[in-house]
């Protein structure tokens, strides 16, 4: 099947390249985009379980630590004192590893990288029909977004990436509209997401 290469505000009637370079660039971001917000998404879901123990862990400690004393039994000291050493310790491990500021910058990111790929799939799909000269601005509009998005120089580690990128290709990013047939992807085959 041929590219639509049609263009109501074109004089000849084809879209010039400019035009296709640009949904072409487009395309590119918004998978870029795809990508890394999925990436921080999985990396968020960790770092948020991290927390959860860093929280939980000190409590039951505390109260394992405790429990001898409370009943009075002898000979369990060393429990009492490991329990409580490891409950007074997880708290400051827990600040020194900065989860709080980790998990909102992550979590800033990852909203930020969502917004931009559905911002650039509405250029290449919506803004693209009109002028070139508005696809242009927009275009140059999402850049520079995407270029301060990309100055805090965040990286997900390889791990949420590669799982990241078998969810993507397993179709779970893909909405029902962007999938060409009603049939689900084969196991393992990355569903077709450019909307072509």
């Known amino acids: 099947m041929a590219k639509n290469l049609r263009a109501t505000n074109s004089t000849d009637g084809v879209m010039d390249e400019r035009t296709e370079k640009l949904i072409d660039e487009c395309k590119r971001q918004e998978e870029s985009c795809l990508y890394t917000s999925a990436s921080f998404f999985e990396w968020l879901k960790s770092l948020r379980r991290w927390r959860v123990a860093f929280v939980v862990v000190p409590i039951i400690l505390g109260a394992v630590a ?4 409370l009943i009075q039994d002898v000979g369990y000291e060393w429990i009492t004192g490991v329990c409580a050493l490891l409950a007074g310790i997880t708290p400051a491990v827990y600040k020194a590893l900065d989860f709080d500021v980790s998990l909102g910058g992550v979590a800033k990111y990852a909203h930020q990288f969502k917004i931009l790929q559905d911002r650039f799939r509405q250029a290449w799909r919506v803004t693209a029909l009109g002028s070139s000269d508005d696809l242009k601005k927009e275009f140059d509009d999402l850049m520079t977004r995407m270029d301060a998005a990309r100055s805090g120089s965040l990286t997900a580690p390889d791990r949420f990436f ?7 290709q397993a179709g779970h990013y893909a909405f029902a509209v962007d999938v060409k047939s009603s049939i689900p992807a084969a196991s393992g085959q990355p569903r077709d997401i450019s909307g072509q």
């Open 162 to 168: 590669k799982k990241a990128q078998d969810k993507v």
């Open 66 to 69: 405790t429990w001898p004393l």
